[in-house]
C-alpha cells in the first residue's frame, strides 16, 4: 500500500519537476532580450538583412552611358520554364553599314516568375542579375509586366 | 461506380454514427488535407482521407519542362526538403546522361540535403508542440531554423524554393561566408538542443499524450509503404543513405537512429536522434570541403537516350523516388514521384482506430505530414 502511495505522488513530484523544467527555459527568455532575433520589418525596411545573392525580381545592367549587355540570343527566354521573358527583337544597320539584330524591347512578366535563376544562369553575356527589391505586391497586373532594356539604351560595344 | 457520389454513404452505417470533418482547413493539419472521421463518443472508429485540394499535377507539368526545367517543380512538393526534392531529380538525369558529378559538388550536395534536414526537424518539432498545446518550442523551433534559412539565403538566394541543386552538379558557386557561418550556427545548436530537451521530451504531458500512441507494427509500416522515421520508429532498416548510398554518403560515418516500440514518443525519439547525427555528418565535411568545379560540363540542351531510370533519395521524411522514363527527345516522357508523406497517410487509419480524437493530433503531428507532397 504504501508502495503505491509513494510511487502515486513520486511521479506527481516528477511530473511537476519535469514542467518546471521546462518553465525554467521560458522564463529565461521572457528576461533575457538580447536573444531575441526578430526583425521590426515594415520600420527597418531601408535596412532589411538580406543575402548578396537574393532573387527578388530581374533586373537589365545599364551602365553611365546607357549601355546594357544584352545581345538578344533568347537562351533566357528558352530556360525559362514559365514563359516569363519574351524578347522583342529589331534589325539595326551598325557603323560599318551591316545589318544586325539587336534588341528591341525585353518584356519580363514578373507575374509569372518563380525566381528559379535558371535565366540567370543561362545568360553567356552576364546582362540580367537578380535585384534585391521583393516588395512586388501591387493592385494592378499590368505593373508587373516590365520592360528591363530602358528607353534608348544600346548594347555596349565588345559584346557579342 | 460513380466518383461523385459522396462517400458518407459508406463511412455512416447507423444513426449511432457521428461524423466530424476535420480540416481542410484546420490548424492541426499542417495544410489543406480534409479528414472525415466516424466517432464513437470521443472514440475514432474510421478515418477518410479526402486528397486534391492541392493537387497542382506536377508530374504532368514535368513533361512540358526539358530536362534542366523540370526539377524547379518539385521543391513545391516537400517544401521543407526542397534540396533533398531537387537532387533526386538531379540524380535520374545524371543516371540518364550518364554524367559524373564533381567531388565539390557531391560534398555541397549533403551538406545542403543535412542543412536542410535539420531546419525541417526543427520545423516539425515546433509546429508538433504547438498542436500538443505548447506555444514555446514553436519559437524556439523557428528561431534555429531561421538561422539555416539565412545560411540557404546566403548561397542559393532563396529560403524555401532553393532550385540550387541541378543535373551535373549545383547551379552556383559557395558564398565565400558559408563555411564560418554554418560552423557558428552548429556550435549554438549544440548547445541550444539540450533546450529541446528540457522543453519536451522530460515533460509529463507530453510523455502521456504521446506514449503508447498510435502504434504502428513494423510489418504493417512494411506493408503501408511507410519510410523515412515512420518506419524506423516501428523497427523497420530503411535509411537510404545507409542502403542505396547517393553522392558520397557511403564515405561518411553515421548511425540509422533506429527505435522499436512504434508509437509517437518512438517517432520523436527517431528525429530528435537524426538531428544529432546531422549535425555529425556536416561536421565531418565542413571543414574540409574539396576545391574544384561546382558543376560537371554538360551540354546546353540534355538529350538522354532511350529508356527508364529510377532513383531515390532519403528526405527528411522518407523515401523520395522519381521514375523518368525517356523517348529521348528534349523532354521527359513520363515522371513519377514516389512521395513518402502519401504512403503515411494511408497508414493514418490504421493508427489511429481506436483511439481518442485527441490521439490524432498527436498522431499528425509525429507524422510529420505535409500536404503539398501528398497531393503533388
Redesign the interface.
Known sequence: MIRYLAMYFGSII??VK??L??M???GYYFTHHKEI?TQQYPENRDNVP??????GEVVMLHNESNEHRCTGCTACEI?C?NGTIKIISKWEVNAEGKKKKAIDQFVYHLGMC?????CI?SCPTDAIV?AKDFEHSSYDRKTLTKILNKPGSKIETGVE | MNIFEPENKKLVESEQDFVVNVGPQHPSTHGVLHLKIKLEGETIKAVQPHLGYIHRSIEKMSEAGSYRQFSYLTSRMDYLSSHMNNQACALAVEKAIQVEVPERAKVIRILMAELTRLASHQLWWGAMGLDLGAITPFFIGFRDREEILEIFEDTCGTRLTMNYVVPGGVMVDLHPDFQKKVVAFLGRFKKRIKEYDDLVTGNIIFEQRTKGVGVISAEDAISYGCSGPVARASGVSCDIRKLHPYDGYEKLEFKECIETEGDCFARYKVRMEEMKESVKIIEQLIDNIPEGDFQAKTKNVLKPPKGEWFTRVETARGELGVYLISDGTMKPYRVKFRSPNFSHVSALEHMSKGGKIGDLVAIMATLDLVIPDVDR
Not at chain 1, 50 to 55: L, Q
Open positions: 516528477k511530473g519535469s514542467l523544467k521546462g525554467r527555459l521560458t532575433i538580406m543575402g548578396d545573392r537574393f532573387r530556360a520554364p518563380t525566381f528559379c535563376n535558371l544562369v537578380m
